[in-house]
């Protein structure tokens, strides 16, 4: 049993960290288009109309119900019998399995922060000749955001987190490229190169749950007037 | 019966109890009256260990223990001769009316089911509840609630039993209800240390009244003569207060 | 067109990977559950030192890919246990510890800490005077606790029970990375047998969406039971009551 080996970490950290645009672009993709469609599918679960309720309550229930790595199995073999489209960039298919993953959850999470709102906010509004959009722009949808925060960081840490599924279709993000130089390595310095990735991802999910905090912080109008008043005392 | 001496208790640097003694004889009510904040509540729940005193003995049924180094199980053997009813109720709210007051028996005391069940059920009539046994505290009014609440203290037949203001989280009306229920607990000779602020109902049911200020108990004096010769000034000024028709005799 | 009778096959195929998933899960949840509490309990108090060492682990998986952790898990604890072997002077032979106990330390590892902070919240909403009724009608702490504490934080925590329990279902789909042959991983070896993944893994799909389904109508069932010492048909009780509609209305 070799031990463990401190003085290669610095070393795998350099070969590794290049990875993390990998990473970053299929995490990047995945949270536009969560953003996007989760919205939609938000409108539709408060929305009227009866048979798009339950599709968007019916898709969210099997984004809950399933796992990542299945979903990535189907939409990776899946796909390309559907639609003509090129397997060998590999992290379109993470990124759309994340994206379908995410639109899920975030559709739960902006639904729960419009139904979590005040019903006098709306009324209000109207009550001083606001139209249905002018309210939802610049009264419901700035509290329902400082709402919903730690929800969507939540979303944006299983992004990250899911996307290491990614090396299981042999996408060389972080986790892959890990994996590669232990394979490289003929089986070499195993502990090393996880311990490596330990040091490069926690950071990243700290850095994730810090800014979820701050930006909670700094949008809590009622909190913000507070310390504006304790720095003048 | 039960013997208090020197007990202190202080929060945050603040005295509430100064260093209170207290006796109370075997079959007595006897209540305490004083302003609020004078320390009643803290010296009830001091008693039965439910806060940790600084100092002082506690002395009942023959069972002898200092309130700042009794062991955990001595204070638990202590709690077991005692029974206290909280102003806020404190029913179980995962149990039914009836697990409530039979969780005593059986799970503290091993007494079988079935008969911590008869138990039960009999104690629950005493405060005529018996056709709200299988409800939970939720669906329970507040007044039915301190009574399965006194159904509870009662039906382990402690040597004695503390009530913190049983009434005061009570809606007026329901005030009635439970104070009766204290009265025959009074009558069948219940021995009882009630915190309250129910005057004409103390006058009605206790033997001794005492009377707390500032930390202590300056006046312990039965029911009649407190009432027409209270002792202390401290005593007069909180009654004159209290009774709008009141006159005493000096 | 779809090979019905391939389908088939696959089903009972991955289904043969079902005990090994529901085996996982179960002994997660029992090993996970009591020393999650203990945790809870520990935690209450954050400025502990022993609750600081437990945040810092919270946080390791809250912040680390599943698959990272397996993979670590995995390839240390052999070490570890040799290098313990050692230390008490006896030679432990590693390769003969069946891969679901490799399956039930990682799975339990990582729910330790997720459970342990769905009990801190529920711990936190007990009312105090809980308690102090439990004491005071003579309960040692353990009572308290068994009778009293511990049922009113699951009745109260159910919901995130069930949560937590699809997630690991979830979760166990990894094993496969540590040579189990659960669910995903009947399906794996189904799929490249027979080189038509999309049905194979179509196939799981579907059974993943009933099993959660399932586990969920359970705990939505229990939910009910609860639901009904919460709430209650109070006013029902008490119609017509004059007294009852004072309280009620909230005078």
Redesign the interface.
Known sequence: MSKFDWAKIPELYTKIIPSITVTLEYVVIAFFFGLLFGGLLAWAKLGKSKILRALAYGYTTVMRCVPAIVLLFVVYYGLPRIIPIDTKGKVKFVAITLALFTTGSLSEAFRSAYQSLDKSQAEAAKSIGMTGPQALWFILLPQMIRIAIPNICNSLLALVKEGALAYTIGLYDLLGRGNYLIGKNLGAYVIETYVTLVIIYWPISLLITFGSKRLEALLDVSSRKERKRSAHA | MLEIQGLKKSFQGLEILKGVDLTIEKGDVDVILGESGSGKTTLL?CI???EKADEGKISIDGITADFHTAS?KKQ?EI??K???V?Q?Y?????KTALENVM??LT???GVAKAEAKERAEEAIKKVGLLDRAD??P??L??GQQQRIGIA?AIV?DPDIILMDEPTASL?P??VGEVLHTIGELAAGGTTMLIVTHEIPFAQSIATNMLFMNQGVIIEKTPTKEFFEHPRREETRQFLMKSISDYSFVI | MLDWKFIGNTILKCASGIPETAILVIVTLIVSTPIAYLMALVNLKPKRILSRVFQVYISFVRSLPLLLIIYLIYHALPLWILSFGNFIGKEIDVYKIDDMVYGFIVFAFVSIPILSEVFRAGLLAVPEIQIKAGQSIGMTNFQVARHIVLPQVIDKQLPMLCTFTTNLIKMTSLAFYMSIREITGEARVAAADSIRYVECYLVIFFMYLIICLAVEQIFKAFERNSQKKKEGNWSKNYAGNTRTQKIVSGT
Not at chain 2, 90 to 94: I, Q, R, S, T
């Open positions: 729940r039965d260990f439910l955990q638990v709690r077991r005692m029974s206290f909280f806020n404190g029913l179980f709210a995962n969780l005593g799970a503290v005391r409800h939970y939720s669906q009014s507040g509870r382990t809606d009306g329901l």
